[in-house]
């Protein structure tokens, strides 16, 4: 039996296929989503242990439940690979290097898929909310209020994170706009 959930969401059927057919036999239970809908339901149901995620997608796009995911620390303890055949489109929203989470460049081998399956683990290890979340049980060991404060708090902070990350790339294109001017 698969020890592993990889929930790949794509709206290209031959994407899915491939990374299915690149994954190690065995060890994988790969579910898979065609749009943002059913793969935040699919998140949100069966809590796979990696999401891949194209950032282009139907009915709710991969940006959209990127943004999503970053509200819920529960969310952002799963490991998570971005996927993107124009990597300028994810790198217009999202500032690298990418600190919690991998990309990878459509179309990728096999190496390049695993490398960055690894290297997506490793990152959400280093996440400072899933640390915070995972440890707020036993700190607040007292009142549903207190855990369910925590909680809300915690969602603000992704949600301000990912702002203050948004202002940041504004300015440093900023930056680059009024440098390029000078010249």
């Known amino acids: 039996m698969a020890g592993h959930k990889i929930l790949v969401i794509d709206d290209s059927n031959v994407i899915r296929n491939m990374v299915r057919d690149m994954l190690p036999k065995g060890n994988f239970e790969v579910l898979e989503a065609k749009d943002g809908v059913q793969g935040l339901n699919l998140i949100q149901q069966e809590r796979p242990n990696l999401i891949m995620l194209d950032f282009l997608l139907p009915k709710m796009s991969g940006w959209e439940v990127f943004q999503h995911i970053q509200t819920k620390p529960e969310l952002q303890a799963i490991p998570l690979v971005l996927m993107s055949g124009r990597k300028e489109e994810v790198t217009e929203k999202l500032q690298e290097p990418f600190e919690y989470f991998e990309f990878v460049q459509k179309p990728f ?17 280093r996440r400072p909310v899933a640390a915070v979340t995972a440890a ?3 700190a607040t060991a007292g009142t ?3 855990s369910a404060e925590i909680q809300a708090l915690n969602e603000k902070i992704a949600k301000m994170q990912a702002e203050i990350d948004g202002l940041k790339k504004q300015m440093t294109q900023l930056v680059a706009f009024i440098r390029q001017k000078l010249q």
């Open 109 to 125: 081998n096999q190496r390049v898929l695993i490398d960055a399956i690894k290297s997506a683990m490793a990152k959400a290890k």
């Open 136 to 138: 707020s049980p036993a």
């Open 144 to 146: 549903a209020d207190s």
